[in-house]
Protein backbone atom coordinates (compact mmCIF):
# COMPACT_ATOMS: atom_id res chain seq x y z
CA UNK A 1 0.00 0.00 0.00
CA UNK A 2 1.44 3.78 -1.06
CA UNK A 3 -0.59 5.20 0.41
CA UNK A 4 -1.92 6.84 -2.14
CA UNK A 5 -6.15 6.64 -2.81
CA UNK A 6 -7.97 7.14 -5.61
CA UNK A 7 -11.42 6.71 -6.56
CA UNK A 8 -13.13 5.64 -7.58
CA UNK A 9 -11.75 2.20 -8.94
CA UNK A 10 -13.87 1.87 -11.54
CA UNK A 11 -15.48 4.21 -13.92
CA UNK A 12 -17.78 3.36 -17.38
CA UNK A 13 -19.84 6.07 -18.86
CA UNK A 14 -20.48 7.57 -22.50
CA UNK A 15 -19.17 9.71 -25.41
CA UNK A 16 -19.64 13.10 -24.32
CA UNK A 17 -20.04 12.86 -20.36
CA UNK A 18 -17.57 14.51 -18.09
CA UNK A 19 -16.19 12.56 -14.93
CA UNK A 20 -13.88 13.81 -12.13
CA UNK A 21 -11.63 11.34 -10.68
CA UNK A 22 -10.26 11.84 -7.23
CA UNK A 23 -6.75 11.24 -5.84
CA UNK A 24 -5.67 11.63 -2.08
CA UNK A 25 -1.87 11.98 -1.54
CA UNK A 26 0.52 10.49 1.16
CA UNK A 27 0.18 12.40 4.23
CA UNK A 28 2.48 15.14 4.02
CA UNK A 29 3.41 14.96 0.46
CA UNK A 30 3.07 18.25 -1.27
CA UNK A 31 2.74 17.29 -5.12
CA UNK A 32 0.36 15.36 -7.14
CA UNK A 33 1.22 13.78 -10.62
CA UNK A 34 -1.67 12.46 -12.83
CA UNK A 35 -0.59 9.69 -15.79
CA UNK A 36 -2.94 7.79 -18.29
CA UNK A 37 -1.84 4.52 -19.33
CA UNK A 38 -3.38 2.96 -22.39
CA UNK A 39 -2.46 -0.19 -24.16
CA UNK A 40 -1.93 2.33 -27.39
CA UNK A 41 0.11 5.15 -25.89
CA UNK A 42 1.68 3.52 -22.53
CA UNK A 43 1.87 5.75 -19.62
CA UNK A 44 1.56 9.11 -20.64
CA UNK A 45 2.50 12.11 -17.90
CA UNK A 46 -0.66 14.44 -17.92
CA UNK A 47 0.28 17.13 -15.28
CA UNK A 48 2.02 18.20 -12.03
CA UNK A 49 0.57 20.20 -9.09
CA UNK A 50 2.70 21.16 -6.26
CA UNK A 51 1.22 22.57 -3.23
CA UNK A 52 -1.76 23.97 -4.87
CA UNK A 53 -0.27 25.22 -8.04
CA UNK A 54 0.33 23.62 -11.54
CA UNK A 55 4.12 22.83 -11.50
CA UNK A 56 4.40 20.97 -15.06
CA UNK A 57 2.26 20.21 -17.98
CA UNK A 58 3.08 16.64 -20.47
CA UNK A 59 0.93 15.72 -23.14
CA UNK A 60 -2.74 16.67 -21.15
CA UNK A 61 -5.79 17.40 -23.73
CA UNK A 62 -7.83 20.46 -23.40
CA UNK A 63 -10.39 18.73 -22.62
CA UNK A 64 -8.92 17.31 -19.54
CA UNK A 65 -8.31 19.95 -16.37
CA UNK A 66 -7.14 19.08 -12.86
CA UNK A 67 -6.75 20.96 -9.72
CA UNK A 68 -5.52 20.86 -6.31
CA UNK A 69 -6.90 21.63 -3.38
CA UNK A 70 -6.11 23.14 0.23
CA UNK A 71 -5.69 20.06 1.76
CA UNK A 72 -3.60 18.73 -1.14
CA UNK A 73 -6.07 16.35 -2.56
CA UNK A 74 -6.70 16.65 -6.47
CA UNK A 75 -9.27 16.04 -9.18
CA UNK A 76 -8.67 15.58 -12.74
CA UNK A 77 -12.00 16.58 -14.29
CA UNK A 78 -12.18 14.98 -17.71
CA UNK A 79 -14.88 16.04 -20.23
CA UNK A 80 -16.63 15.53 -24.10
CA UNK A 81 -15.58 12.53 -23.22
CA UNK A 82 -14.50 9.88 -26.30
CA UNK A 83 -13.69 5.81 -26.99
CA UNK A 84 -10.03 6.77 -26.85
CA UNK A 85 -10.24 7.89 -23.37
CA UNK A 86 -11.00 4.26 -21.97
CA UNK A 87 -7.37 3.63 -19.84
CA UNK A 88 -6.19 3.56 -16.53
CA UNK A 89 -5.82 6.98 -14.97
CA UNK A 90 -3.25 6.97 -11.90
CA UNK A 91 -2.39 9.99 -9.63
CA UNK A 92 1.03 9.65 -7.66
CA UNK A 93 2.58 12.18 -4.94
CA UNK A 94 6.08 13.09 -3.86
CA UNK A 95 7.33 15.20 -0.77
CA UNK A 96 8.74 17.81 -2.81
CA UNK A 97 8.49 19.10 -6.29
CA UNK A 98 11.18 16.57 -7.62
CA UNK A 99 10.02 13.23 -9.63
CA UNK A 100 12.65 11.07 -8.39
CA UNK A 101 10.75 9.29 -6.09
CA UNK A 102 6.94 8.91 -6.48
CA UNK A 103 4.58 6.71 -5.02
CA UNK A 104 1.57 6.01 -7.20
CA UNK A 105 -2.02 4.93 -6.53
CA UNK A 106 -4.18 1.72 -7.45
CA UNK A 107 -5.95 3.98 -10.54
CA UNK A 108 -9.03 4.14 -11.43
CA UNK A 109 -10.25 2.18 -14.86
CA UNK A 110 -12.54 4.84 -17.24
CA UNK A 111 -14.56 2.76 -19.58
CA UNK A 112 -15.68 5.29 -22.42
CA UNK A 113 -18.85 3.62 -24.34
CA UNK B 1 12.43 14.58 -27.62
CA UNK B 2 13.11 12.47 -24.47
CA UNK B 3 12.06 8.71 -24.83
CA UNK B 4 12.53 5.16 -23.23
CA UNK B 5 13.06 2.07 -25.88
CA UNK B 6 12.18 -1.32 -23.78
CA UNK B 7 12.46 -4.82 -25.14
CA UNK B 8 9.09 -5.96 -25.97
CA UNK B 9 7.58 -8.37 -23.88
CA UNK B 10 6.21 -10.42 -22.71
CA UNK B 11 8.93 -12.51 -21.14
CA UNK B 12 8.49 -16.01 -19.50
CA UNK B 13 11.12 -17.97 -17.48
CA UNK B 14 11.36 -20.61 -14.96
CA UNK B 15 12.05 -19.96 -11.29
CA UNK B 16 15.33 -19.42 -10.31
CA UNK B 17 16.81 -18.64 -14.16
CA UNK B 18 18.54 -15.18 -15.11
CA UNK B 19 16.35 -12.18 -16.35
CA UNK B 20 17.64 -9.02 -18.51
CA UNK B 21 15.43 -6.26 -19.60
CA UNK B 22 16.85 -4.10 -21.81
CA UNK B 23 16.51 -0.43 -21.96
CA UNK B 24 17.89 2.03 -24.28
CA UNK B 25 17.47 5.92 -23.71
CA UNK B 26 17.57 8.92 -25.79
CA UNK B 27 18.12 12.53 -24.09
CA UNK B 28 19.67 15.94 -23.77
CA UNK B 29 22.40 15.16 -21.29
CA UNK B 30 22.60 12.69 -18.54
CA UNK B 31 19.04 12.21 -17.33
CA UNK B 32 18.38 10.46 -14.11
CA UNK B 33 17.05 6.98 -14.68
CA UNK B 34 14.31 4.46 -12.97
CA UNK B 35 13.05 1.27 -13.26
CA UNK B 36 9.34 1.00 -12.18
CA UNK B 37 7.55 -2.40 -11.11
CA UNK B 38 3.83 -2.95 -11.86
CA UNK B 39 2.06 -5.69 -9.93
CA UNK B 40 -1.15 -7.00 -11.14
CA UNK B 41 -3.95 -4.73 -9.77
CA UNK B 42 -1.26 -2.29 -8.23
CA UNK B 43 -0.04 1.24 -9.30
CA UNK B 44 3.87 1.76 -10.12
CA UNK B 45 6.39 1.19 -7.30
CA UNK B 46 10.01 2.75 -7.88
CA UNK B 47 12.41 -0.75 -7.83
CA UNK B 48 15.62 1.60 -8.68
CA UNK B 49 17.41 4.14 -9.50
CA UNK B 50 20.63 5.79 -10.89
CA UNK B 51 21.19 9.54 -10.95
CA UNK B 52 24.38 9.49 -12.95
CA UNK B 53 27.02 7.74 -15.62
CA UNK B 54 28.39 4.59 -13.45
CA UNK B 55 26.09 4.40 -11.18
CA UNK B 56 24.42 0.91 -10.21
CA UNK B 57 21.38 0.99 -9.09
CA UNK B 58 19.93 -2.10 -6.46
CA UNK B 59 17.09 -3.32 -4.67
CA UNK B 60 15.50 -7.02 -3.93
CA UNK B 61 17.92 -8.67 -5.74
CA UNK B 62 17.97 -6.67 -9.39
CA UNK B 63 20.66 -4.58 -10.40
CA UNK B 64 20.82 -2.15 -12.94
CA UNK B 65 23.62 0.23 -14.19
CA UNK B 66 23.45 3.61 -15.71
CA UNK B 67 26.07 3.43 -19.39
CA UNK B 68 26.22 6.67 -20.53
CA UNK B 69 28.45 5.44 -24.06
CA UNK B 70 25.98 2.60 -24.61
CA UNK B 71 22.70 5.42 -23.24
CA UNK B 72 21.63 1.61 -22.10
CA UNK B 73 19.93 0.99 -17.98
CA UNK B 74 19.34 -2.69 -18.19
CA UNK B 75 17.90 -4.63 -15.09
CA UNK B 76 19.10 -8.11 -14.08
CA UNK B 77 18.61 -10.34 -11.67
CA UNK B 78 19.94 -13.63 -10.90
CA UNK B 79 17.72 -15.97 -10.29
CA UNK B 80 13.80 -15.00 -10.66
CA UNK B 81 11.18 -15.81 -8.44
CA UNK B 82 6.89 -16.61 -9.14
CA UNK B 83 7.26 -13.34 -7.27
CA UNK B 84 8.91 -11.12 -9.32
CA UNK B 85 6.10 -11.35 -11.89
CA UNK B 86 4.72 -8.17 -13.04
CA UNK B 87 5.17 -4.95 -15.76
CA UNK B 88 8.53 -3.53 -15.58
CA UNK B 89 9.06 0.16 -16.58
CA UNK B 90 12.02 1.92 -17.36
CA UNK B 91 11.89 5.57 -17.23
CA UNK B 92 14.12 8.84 -17.48
CA UNK B 93 13.47 12.47 -15.34
CA UNK B 94 13.37 14.96 -18.59
CA UNK B 95 13.91 18.51 -18.10
CA UNK B 96 11.44 20.34 -19.81
CA UNK B 97 11.00 23.99 -20.13
CA UNK B 98 12.47 24.75 -16.45
CA UNK B 99 10.14 21.46 -14.53
CA UNK B 100 10.73 17.91 -14.67
CA UNK B 101 8.94 15.06 -15.81
CA UNK B 102 8.89 10.94 -16.40
CA UNK B 103 9.29 9.58 -19.04
CA UNK B 104 8.23 5.97 -19.46
CA UNK B 105 8.92 3.26 -22.21
CA UNK B 106 6.09 1.08 -23.07
CA UNK B 107 6.86 -1.23 -20.19
CA UNK B 108 7.59 -5.21 -20.65
CA UNK B 109 5.68 -7.94 -18.58
CA UNK B 110 7.04 -11.01 -17.05
CA UNK B 111 6.00 -14.05 -15.83
CA UNK B 112 7.97 -16.16 -14.12
CA UNK B 113 6.82 -20.01 -13.95
CA UNK B 114 7.02 -22.40 -10.95
Known amino acids: DSGVTQTPKHLITATGQRVTLRCSPR?????VYWYQQSLDQGLQFLIQYYNGEERAKGNILERFSAQQFPDLHSELNLSSLELGDSALYFC????????????FGPGTRLTVL | GDSVTQMEGPVTLSEEAFLTINCTYTATGYPSLFWYVQYPGEGLQLLLK?????DKGSNKGFEATYRKETTSFHLEKGSVQVSDSAVYFC?????????????FGKGTKLTVNP
Open chain 1, 92 to 103: ASSPTGSTDTQY
Open chain 1, 27 to 31: SGDLS
Open chain 2, 91 to 103: ALKALQGGSEKLV
Open chain 2, 50 to 54: ATKAD
